[in-house]
């Protein structure tokens, strides 16, 4: 089963490495057109980024046998070779656990949208992905403090949704909103995303993506798990997108879209930490659940007055916290490989405790040293943030020097240059 168990481990791999074309379509879908070629470029070029760091010291300071309670420190600049009585491709461990700093980093990014400098993304993404994610991916997943505790975090609720989404936080409160976001008394101005159908198809990558994220995570197939860790995680989106629809629905009078498509995401960020722990009524309920919180968590940031341009706080963060918790009430005797049985099996409140002790400090980590990294970048680099001319004309042109939408933004110059020129001909 070697073979076989490595390549469903390189599959997994390789559809965890496609959610961010899902991040891409969804993040530049949920914004301005002027930002959409920056999103994208970034993106690829901060994963890129993130895989170096990953090599060199990331993977050594999450699985370093040499490590202790805190960190791992062995295994940098990561050789490639076999380790002895692994019944799967190291290698194609390594590929995988490689495409789960990239998502978190992503997930950290939503953040800075539509307002940070690139220098900024490329400085916090070597920073992120070399201190923050391994730090907490060791502390649950390389044998850590939490994992001691017996912390359930089955594929990323906390290491990888939670971490990015309070690095997000850090991000958010030091970069400030954007340009017209918020009104002097305190309103708020909706500013929608260009592009709803990029938006939508996003979700349905990073949904199919998501079969590699949780399913992926059981490692091997010869059990044939991965398909019930599949059929819960495809339950519980299914039961946000559902929840999030009734609720706008009963709220707004309107079912609205982006609300479905950020219940469908919030189901699959809850389920994550869960899928392979609690049965599939379990699974809808987890999903239920996400699916309404993550509409009144959206309301909860604005009335904060958080600018969240694609609701990372929301559906990565509140999301996250939940499906962590779940394991606390939901998790199975028969199926809690890690821990204790929930609250509803008999477990008493000892899971929901440690998981609950696992959101807060995991989640207070991440956001302080975040916070701490952007603050001393903020002082050295002379501020996170474009100009505010160099907003108003976008991150295509004021970042890179081009457009993503070539034909659009060069029509409306070309139709001013000729307003321009008709009425000097007609002054003379």
């Known amino acids: 089963m070697f073979s076989l168990n490595s390549v469903w481990l390189v599959l997994g791999a390789v559809l965890v490495i496609l959610m961010q074309g899902g991040f891409i379509l969804l993040e530049a879908g949920s914004t301005r057109m002027k930002n959409a070629g920056h999103i994208a470029g970034k993106t690829v070029f901060t994963f890129g980024m993130a895989s170096i760091v990953f090599w060199a010291v990331g ?17 940098f600049f990561y050789s490639g070779k076999q380790a002895e009585g692994m019944n799967y491709s190291t290698s194609a461990y390594f590929l995988f656990q490689l495409a789960f700093a990239g998502i978190s980093l992503t997930i950290a990014f939503g953040g800075f949208a539509e307002r940070a400098k690139l220098t900024a993304y490329v400085v916090f993404s070597i920073l992120f992905s070399a201190i923050v994610y391994p730090i907490i991916a060791h502390w649950i997943w390389g044998g850590g403090w939490l994992a001691e505790h017996g912390k359930q975090d089955f594929a990323g609720s906390t290491v990888v949704h939670l971490t990015g989404a309070a690095a997000s936080l850090a991000a958010t409160i030091l970069l400030k909103p954007r340009i017209g976001k918020f009104n002097k008394n305190g309103t708020v101005n909706n500013i929608y995303g260009h592009n709803q159908v990029f938006t939508a198809l996003g979700v349905l990558v990073l949904w199919v993506g998501w079969f590699g994220f949780n399913a992926g995570s059981t490692f091997v197939v010869d ?17 946000g997108a559902i929840a999030a629809l009734i609720i706008s629905w009963m709220v707004l009078g309107k079912s609205d879209i982006t609300t479905i498509l950020n219940g469908a995401l919030a189901g699959l960020v809850a389920i994550t930490a869960s899928c392979a722990f609690v049965e599939t009524w379990a699974a809808v309920v987890i999903g239920f659940v996400a699916g309404i919180l993550v509409f009144y968590s959206v309301k909860l940031f604005d009335k904060l007055k958080i600018d969240d341009p694609i609701f990372a706080l929301s559906v990565h963060g509140a999301a996250g916290i939940w499906g962590t918790l779940s394991n606390g009430l939901f998790a199975t005797k028969e199926l809690a490989a890690v821990g204790k049985p929930g609250l509803f099996y008999g477990g008493g409140f000892h899971q929901l405790g440690v998981q609950a002790m696992g959101v807060a400090v995991c989640g207070l980590f991440a956001f302080v040293v975040s916070f701490a990294i952007l603050y001393v970048m903020k002082k050295v680099m002379n501020g996170l943030r474009v100009t505010e001319e160099e ?38």
């Open 59 to 75: 993977y050594g300071f999450i699985f370093g046998n040499s490590g202790n309670f805190f960190v791992g420190l062995s295994d």
């Open 391 to 428: 907003e108003i004309i976008g991150l295509d042109v004021s970042e890179h020097g081009s457009y993503g939408y070539p034909e659009a933004f060069m029509k409306e110059e070309q139709r001013k240059e000729e307003q321009k020129e008709e009425q000097s001909r007609l002054a003379n």
């Open 223 to 239: 059990d044939g798990f991965f398909g019930f860790v599949a059929l819960n995680t495809n339950l519980a989106a299914g039961a």
